[in-house]
């Protein structure tokens, strides 16, 4: 009898192909969501590791490793303090040294950070899977009040190549803290990256420095005024940089390079292996793709729910089919198997279809996530933790897949063909 089961449940829920190909869907957007949200927590945790990538060392004043990330990669927060052009210059003298990157903070642009720093930031700095940085539109900086501006800047506040910007000291909070009197012209504008690139204004170290020739403590200095046209009369040379970017000559030296920095003796500074400070980092802030699973798992059981809503609530017009099939010689465990199978069948069509769902979505809207949001969707084969996933889904679904085939397995043959008044 049991050879006959298979297909007996295959034509059986073939006769009720619509109310169980709607349930099906479900479970298969269900499964999708899940192994969707799988996918990008890990591609999203890659992707924000990479924030910066090719770096060896990233070098600020002394603080916490984390929070020297947050505004020397992220340009989020304040330093405590700022490195002195002296040090600047002789950690990339060191002959361990491949290239560096000095940035300067703490200026802002409507909201956005502003960054200074040198043509070293174009030819060198990296994200993602070692990409380096390109320009969608316009050149790099060249004069003093030139700017390079990222994706999302340009496309927030709807810039392009030769529009006039003006810089605002610190994060714009206060009134009179604008540069207005040396405006810069947009000159270049970033392809997308995905990273705080994006939100991010680029000018020289000159730049800051000429904005800030009649400004002290803070402020501007009354009765003191130097046009724009007259700041290439000034020594334009930084006396301070926020922090560092470092590559070196060979990496398995970079544990020696970071005692050096750590034993400076003109000040204290810190340097930190960008990898190792991210996964810091991503310790505090990624709480919400943990909440994001939990979500998408409350998804999957809601969907294995109406499952098995769907198979009860369905016993009762089918009393007297099980009947018959009880009458012909079927035993209580068969109909038991009978029904188990036929959800068993629909729980694993549904979750085939959300798999091969979630890879043609992928391959569709891979692109557009990538270049909004800089999270490169990888086309791979399962993962262990899919696997784990669907292993857990298959669990899942034999466990109600039970339900509704002991509801069948109490039916009575007696109980099936006596007619209800």
């Known amino acids: ?207 800051i420095e000429a904005i800030h020739l009649d400004w002290q403590g803070g402020a501007r200095m009354p009765g003191f005024d130097i046009p724009a046209e007259y700041v290439q009369k000034f020594d334009l040379t930084p006396k301070a940089v926020t922090a560092i970017l470092i590559g070196l000559k060979n990496r398995a030296g970079v544990f020696r390079m970071q005692r050096q920095v750590h034993s400076y003796t003109q000040e204290p500074l810190l340097a930190v292996l960008p990898g190792v400070a991210l996964d810091q980092l991503w310790q505090v802030v990624g709480v919400a793709e943990k909440v994001l699973l939990a979500v998408s798992v409350m998804v999957v059981i809601v969907g294995l729910c109406g499952l098995v809503a769907v198979i009860l609530a369905s016993l009762n017009e089918r009393r007297r089919e099980l009947a018959i099939v009880r009458s012909l010689g079927a035993r209580p465990a068969d109909i038991f198997a009978l029904l188990t199978i036929e959800g068993l069948f629909i729980a694993f069509a549904g979750t085939l279809l959300g798999i091969v769902l979630l890879y043609g979505l992928n391959m569709g809207l891979a692109p557009v996530i990538q270049s909004h949001y800089g999270i490169v969707m990888t086309t791979h084969a399962v993962s262990m933790d899919e696997v784990r996933l669907i292993a857990a889904i298959a669990g899942v679904s034999l466990l109600a897949s039970l339900v509704p085939g002991y509801g069948a397995y109490r039916l009575s043959l007696a109980d099936g063909l006596t007619p209800k008044v």
Do not use: C
């Open 1 to 207: 009898m049991m050879s006959y089961l298979f297909p007996m449940a295959l034509r059986s829920a073939w006769n009720r192909r619509f109310t169980l190909g709607l349930t099906l869907i479900s479970i298969a957007l269900s499964v999708t969501l899940l192994l969707g949200v799988e996918q990008l927590r890990h591609d999203a945790r890659q992707a924000f590791e990479q924030s910066v990538s090719g770096t060896d060392l990233v070098i600020g004043a002394r603080t916490s490793p984390v929070q020297l990330m947050l505004y020397a990669v992220f340009h989020i927060g304040e330093a405590t303090n700022n490195i002195h052009w002296q040090a600047y210059q002789e950690i990339a003298a060191n002959p361990a040294v491949a290239w560096s990157i000095p940035v300067s903070l703490g200026d802002s642009h409507r909201g956005f950070p502003v960054l200074g720093t040198t043509a070293a930031y174009f030819d060198h700095f990296r994200y993602g899977e070692h990409q380096p940085l390109q320009l969608r539109k316009g050149k790099r900086f060249v004069g003093i009040f030139d700017a390079v501006i990222g994706a999302e800047v340009a496309a927030k506040l709807g810039y392009r190549v030769g529009d006039h910007i003006v810089l605002t000291h610190g994060s714009g909070g206060l009134a009179g803290q604008r540069h207005d009197d040396k405006p810069f012209t947009v000159t270049g504008i970033l392809a997308p990256t995905g990273t705080p690139v994006d939100r991010t204004v680029h000018v020289s170290l000159a730049a």
